[in-house]
């Protein structure tokens, strides 16, 4: 068996050649030594052992969260902040927790600050503003929920502006980050989950009563029961794999695989919350924000408004109807169209627990303690690497230092530094 690091000396005249042969180590499985059809290609570089040679190969994290999203173990920024962009999946909580950015004053990205009623719409520099004298609520000049406007955002260089502290992301989230973000200036990433079944049954029981939605109100459906719709709901299911993976609605999933990309990324790069935990969910993302909602009086008095003021709390739950049991006809059909959202909400919960720990770190983070020697979770992906100089191939996404995938996807100087190897490793 070759070892990774007898490989260098070969590749070390040209230093674009030598790059190419970084990140191919970086994207190569070392552990079977065998083709994989059209999609990965398997080099024998570590160890030959009966456990090497049973395990199976583990996917990286989707590409848009390594190259633009910073890890959850790297530290925040207390000197400058970090960017965060919030995943507001439809019916799990973004309206409050919009509520509550608004009142502690937080500089908001969305598409409220190009509402032409406030005059900043046609500025061309990026301002934030106070759009109501009588509130704390701050926005951007920017439309970031659509594409266009994300682009346009992104040539007028809102994170670079310093202008905002929070991305409200509604519908596609990687086309966002991926777009907002950049290698050299990465930001992070927040999201709150519903229980699917109850998300969908939510936003049907909204679609038929909430008159003040014009995006979203259909008057026909007070005409069909939760059982009808369920069973005429065609498209669109998976819908939390489907974006994470950036599919269309109509698109169908690569079941097995995009359900582990998915739990990977959110692992790696999500700060994740619970709508069922509400109040614990925004103290986290309070904390990945840099906000103070313990010893600050107005912070503070925003949570507790949202929280403990029971005339606040019966207006945010208005719309109120009869529970759906699990053993109900609607109740079976939607579980089982949605399986896989299903399968990554069990993991995302046992995430919040795990997450908890983390958020302690940044926490102590956000009042100036910083644990020592702060371990980096993708060393070869996000840097500074341990050890960088040694070219150490390793699965930074799961701790595992045998397996990592290449995909077809990679750039043609890096396939033919693999096509090399290969020939050198006698596959």
């Known amino acids: 068996m070759l070892d990774t690091y007898s490989l260098l000396p070969q590749f070390t005249e040209s230093t674009a050649e030598h790059h190419?042969?970084?990140?191919?180590?970086?994207?190569?499985d070392i552990s079977k030594g065998e083709v994989?059809?059209?999609?990965?290609?398997?080099?024998?570089?570590?160890?030959?052992?009966?456990?090497t040679k049973t395990k199976e190969e583990t996917p990286m994290i989707y590409q848009w969260a390594s190259t633009h999203l910073k890890p959850i173990s790297r530290p925040l920024d207390k000197q400058k902040g970090d960017t965060i962009l919030f995943w507001d999946i439809p019916?799990?909580?973004?309206?409050?927790?919009?509520s509550v950015m608004e009142c502690m004053g937080t500089r908001i990205a969305s598409k409220e600050g190009m509402n032409p009623r406030y005059g900043h719409h046609d500025t061309k520099d990026i301002v934030s503003f106070q759009p109501w004298p009588t509130s704390n609520a701050q926005y951007v000049n920017v439309d970031v929920t659509s594409k266009q406007?994300?682009?346009?955002?992104?040539?007028?260089?809102?994170v670079a502006s310093g202008q905002v502290d929070l991305i409200f992301s509604t519908s596609d989230p990687a086309f966002a980050i991926q777009h907002l973000f950049e290698p050299t200036q990465k930001g992070r990433a927040i999201v709150l989950f519903k229980h699917p079944v109850q998300r969908l049954v939510d936003q049907f029981y909204h679609q038929r009563s909430a008159?003040?939605?014009?995006?979203?109100?259909?008057?026909?459906?007070?005409n069909v029961s939760l059982e009808e719709w369920a069973k005429q709901r065609q498209s669109n299911h998976n819908q939390i794999v489907k974006t994470l993976a950036g599919r269309r609605p109509e698109d169908e999933v690569n079941d097995e695989e995009d359900l582990q990309l998915a739990k990977r990324t959110l692992r790696k790069r999500f700060i994740v919350g619970l709508s069922d935990e509400t109040e614990e969910s925004f103290h986290r993302f309070n904390a990945v924000l840099g906000i103070d909602d313990v010893d600050t009086d107005n912070n503070r008095k925003c949570m507790d408004n949202f929280f403990h003021d029971s005339e606040v709390n019966k207006d945010k739950n208005s719309e109120q109807y009869e529970e759906v049991d699990e053993s109900s006809e609607a109740y079976q059909i939607l579980a089982s169209n949605n399986e896989l959202d299903l399968k990554l909400y069990k993991f995302v919960t046992d995430l919040f627990n795990e997450q908890k720990e983390s958020l302690e770190k940044y926490t102590g983070y956000v009042s100036g303690y910083v644990p020592s020697d702060p371990q980096e979770e993708t060393p070869?992906?996000?840097g500074p690497a341990p050890q960088e100089d040694k070219f150490v191939a390793r699965d930074v996404y799961a701790g595992d230092e045998n397996t990592i995938i290449h995909r077809k996807s990679q750039q043609q100087s890096e396939e033919s530094v693999v096509k090399k190897l290969a020939r050198m490793t006698h596959i």
């Open 20 to 28: 190419s042969l970084r990140r191919a180590l970086m994207t190569v």
């Open 36 to 51: 994989k059809k059209d999609h990965t290609l398997i080099l024998h570089l570590g160890a030959d052992t009966d456990e």
């Open 91 to 98: 019916m799990s909580g973004g309206n409050t927790f919009t």
């Open 149 to 158: 406007g994300i682009i346009e955002a992104k040539e007028r260089k809102l």
């Open 211 to 222: 008159t003040w939605d014009k995006d979203n109100y259909r008057p026909n459906f007070n």
């Open 380 to 382: 070869t992906r996000d």
